[in-house]
């Protein structure tokens, strides 16, 4: 079958030719589905294949909105609704400088499979526009998420697509774009977003679920090596919602998390940021419209290093870059595997970038695919979906033993497709196969469309 995996990669590559982090997610995956193909004769009988690359369908359009000296400012808006097979469009906006429809493209696929692997009926999607939050004033941002908002409520619903939060989009943007919903629609749908505030029925636990749910799944691993978290140096890039969040957990199980950083650069905090004091300081940082890390360096008197990344610049037992797509380069790789360590967990949607990854593999690093990794943050929001529509609020331990047991199956159906499928103990193939499986028998029962 790599004949036909070979052909529809060409067709894509040839059609879009820039769309290069789409060509990558889609080779990813493809790369790991042969055997699965060998198996099922029928997949492409039915152009499945050719079919799961092409998204269901993508809106975008123009936003228009007011900044603080009354000039009109305009944006692009998109949302790409990937695939449907397994429920309504699933996916965060990203609000991000130089957003483009191929990453968003990218990110749809990625979001795909991930959302397949919690078990959820939740399909992928996702959208955003390259409005930059930073540096904005917050009646900036929410004049701006009116605008984004009142042409994309007519695409989404309860039942048809339910956006949430990713870069750029926290529960703070989440509340003005379902103010806008609501005040359009005239109803009280408010399953129609999550990573919503627990005030009008946002999940506890929400803001939480990446990290926790990323910490979880390396628990499985280190179990698998006979190794534990506590003492363990994680070197962790972003500020953002997943690296706080993995801070937090790894920090309250006794690991070591000793850097975070930003666009301005990286921190490296020797002693761990682990008092609740250093994990708050992210959320400010955060909260801070110029969003430097600089100043974690300055108010807990710790070395900053302007304009670098953590990568290879720190001693670590363990990596897990939470910031954003291709942050880890060969060249990193290279620099991360003479720092030594032994775990490499994506966080943030495939940080690393294909050579980097073969890199670290070759060096015997155990590495995980941020499919599986960070998708406890889009199954919390499943689980508020869940919640909304019986309106009933579970309590953060009910939310939190959910989200471990969705993790560790996530974990467990990696391995043993990777297993069947004659790759051995190799979690990115494992991922792969079992979301792609899963969503493949969902179109394959749906008929051709
Ligand atoms: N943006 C997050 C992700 O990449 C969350 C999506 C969601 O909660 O729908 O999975």
């Known amino acids: 079958m790599n004949d036909y995996i070979d052909k529809t990669l060409t067709k894509l590559r040839e059609r879009d030719p820039y769309e290069t982090e789409f060509h990558e997610a889609v080779q990813e995956v493809f790369a790991s589905?042969?055997?699965?193909?060998d198996a099922h004769p029928e997949y492409r009988d039915h152009a499945l294949l050719e079919r799961m690359i092409e998204p269901d369908r993508i809106i975008s359009f123009r936003v228009v909105w007011m900044d603080d000296h009354g000039q009109p400012q305009i944006n692009r808006g998109w949302r790409v609704q990937f695939n449907g097979a397994i429920g309504p469009?699933?996916?965060?906006?990203?609000?991000?400088?130089?957003?483009?429809?191929?990453?968003?493209?990218?990110?749809?696929?990625?979001?795909?499979?991930?959302?397949?692997?919690?078990?959820?009926?939740?399909?992928?999607?996702?959208?955003?526009?390259?409005?930059?939050?930073?540096?904005?004033?917050?009646?900036?941002?929410?004049?701006?998420?009116?605008?984004?908002?009142t042409e994309l409520y007519r695409h989404i619903g309860p039942e048809v697509?339910?956006?949430?939060?990713?870069?750029?989009?926290?529960?703070?943007?989440?509340?003005?774009?379902?103010?806008?919903?609501?005040?359009?629609?005239?109803?009280?749908?408010?399953?129609?977003?999550?990573?919503?505030?627990?005030?009008?029925?946002?999940?506890?636990?929400?803001?939480?679920?990446?990290?926790?749910g990323a910490v979880t799944f390396l628990q499985e691993v280190l179990h698998h090596e006979n190794d534990t978290i506590q003492g363990k140096r994680i070197a962790v890039s972003g500020y953002g919602n997943a690296a706080w969040g993995v801070i937090k957990k790894a920090a309250s199980l006794g690991a070591l998390p000793v850097t975070v950083s930003g666009r301005d650069g990286y921190v490296y905090d020797p002693d761990g940021i682990v008092t609740e004091e250093k994990i708050n300081a992210l959320l400010e940082i955060r909260a801070d419209s110029h969003r430097s890390v600089q100043m974690y360096a300055e108010r807990f008197h710790v070395p900053f290093f302007p304009?670098?990344?953590?990568?290879?610049?720190?001693?670590?037992?363990?990596?897990?870059?939470?910031?954003?797509?291709?942050?880890?380069?060969?060249?990193?790789?290279?620099?991360?595997?003479?720092?030594g360590g032994k775990y490499y967990m994506e966080v943030s949607n495939m940080p690393t970038e294909p050579d980097a990854l073969h890199l670290l593999k070759e060096a015997g690093y155990i590495c995980a695919p941020s499919k599986a990794v960070n998708a406890g943050g889009v199954a919390v929001s499943g689980l508020e979906m869940s919640q909304n529509r019986t309106g009933l609020m579970w309590t953060a331990n009910e939310v939190n033993s959910r989200l471990d047991g969705i993790m560790k199956n996530i974990y467990r159906s990696s391995v043993e497709a990777a297993e069947a499928y004659g790759f051995g103990y190799d979690l990115n193939k494992g991922a792969n196969i079992a979301g792609f499986q899963r969503v493949a028998d969902a179109m394959i029962k749906q008929g051709w469309f």
């Not at 589905?33 to 193909?37: I, K, S, T, Y």
């Not at 990713?166 to 609501?182: A, F, T």
């Open 161 to 212: 697509d339910v956006p949430a939060g990713d870069i750029g989009v926290s529960s703070k943007e989440i509340g003005w774009l379902y103010g806008q919903y609501r005040r359009l629609t005239g109803t009280w749908q408010n399953s129609v977003l999550t990573g919503k505030d627990p005030a009008y029925g946002g999940s506890l636990l929400r803001p939480e679920a990446t990290g926790y």
């Open 307 to 339: 304009g670098e990344k953590p990568w290879g610049n720190v001693e670590a037992d363990i990596w897990m870059p939470c910031a954003t797509q291709n942050e880890v380069r060969a060249e990193d790789a290279a620099k991360i595997i003479r720092a």
């Open 89 to 149: 469009y699933k996916g965060g906006l990203r609000f991000a400088e130089n957003l483009s429809l191929g990453t968003l493209k990218f990110l749809g696929f990625e979001q795909t499979f991930k959302n397949a692997l919690t078990g959820l009926p939740m399909g992928g999607g996702k959208g955003g526009s390259d409005f930059t939050p930073a540096g904005k004033s917050d009646s900036e941002i929410m004049r701006f998420c009116q605008a984004f908002m």
């Open 33 to 37: 589905v042969g055997p699965v193909l």
